[in-house]
T-cell receptor, first 115, second 117 residues
Framework: KNQVEQSPQSLIILEGKNCTLQ??????????LRWYKQDTGRGPVSLTI?????NTKSNGRYTATLDADTKQSSLHITASQLSDSASYIC??????????????FGTGTRLKVLA | DVKVTQSSRYLVKRTGEKVFLECVQD?????MFWYRQDPGLGLRLIYF???????EKGDIPEGYSVSREKKERFSLILESASTNQTSMYLC????????????????FGPGTRLTVL
């Protein structure tokens, strides 16, 4: 069964510290993996997208890594800011031959950055 | 900037009522999606549309229908609302680039929090 699991469920860090969020998936065959940031009461916003041939992608202080062999991805946040407080969602898409869209969402990691 | 708007941020309806949720995007995207988001379950796809008047069922279509009469507008309809449809509803759109369309980024609206009493 195609699944996406994220850890930890929640995380509290102090402003200025770094943190790493994990995403493990069992989706096969794999097409691409995305990380989204969702502020409370808002829709998700895309941070990065990686295909199977990419193993790292950066967007400012956010760096995503992908290991397609172990089916793991991580999102590293450098020098955290209060505005980083949000839920971070990992989304994996399987490769399809029909062109049908499929996005499998993790349940997210809720990050709280404290001053 | 891509803009996806949803007709209401908060909505309260009674059991049995017919409910319409509207979504409009301004970037001429071919693909539009409706999801619901519940705590601990993540986003689940209800329906999506890849062209005007075209639709496909997602993972949880039961109790819902959709309408796409114009490219920019995608409506979600709850024919007879029930309490288990209380949820956050998110609309998204994306550009379709052909065979690699599954890599295209989805842009989400702000969501509609629906409560069915």
């Amino acid at each position: 069964k195609n699944q996406v699991e994220q850890s930890p469920q929640s995380l509290i860090i102090l402003e200025g510290k770094n943190c790493t969020l994990q995403c493990n998936y069992t989706v096969s065959p794999f097409s691409n993996l995305r990380w989204y940031k969702q502020d409370t009461g808002r829709g998700p916003v895309s941070l990065t997208i990686m295909t199977f041939s990419e193993n790292t992608k950066s967007n400012g202080r956010y760096t995503a890594t992908l290991d397609a062999d172990t089916k793991q991805s991580s999102l590293h946040i450098t020098a955290s800011q209060l505005s980083d407080s949000a839920s971070y969602i990992c989304v994996v898409s399987p490769r399809t031959t029909s062109g049908t869209y499929k996005y499998i969402f993790g349940t997210g990691t809720r990050l709280k950055v404290l001053a | 900037d891509v803009k996806v708007t949803q007709s209401s941020r908060y909505l309260v309806k009674r059991t049995g009522e017919k409910v319409f949720l509207e979504c409009v995007q301004d970037m001429d995207h071919e693909n539009m999606f409706w999801y619901r988001q519940d705590p601990g379950l993540g986003l689940r796809l209800i329906y999506f549309s890849y062209d005007v008047k075209m639709k496909e069922k997602g993972d949880i279509p039961e109790g819902y229908s959709v309408s796409r009469e114009k490219k920019e507008r995608f409506s979600l309809i709850l024919e007879s609302a029930s309490t288990n449809q209380t949820s956050m509803y998110l609309c998204a759109s994306s550009y379709s680039s052909g065979t690699t369309s599954y890599t295209d980024t989805q842009y989400f609206g702000p969501g509609t929090r629906l409560t069915v009493l």
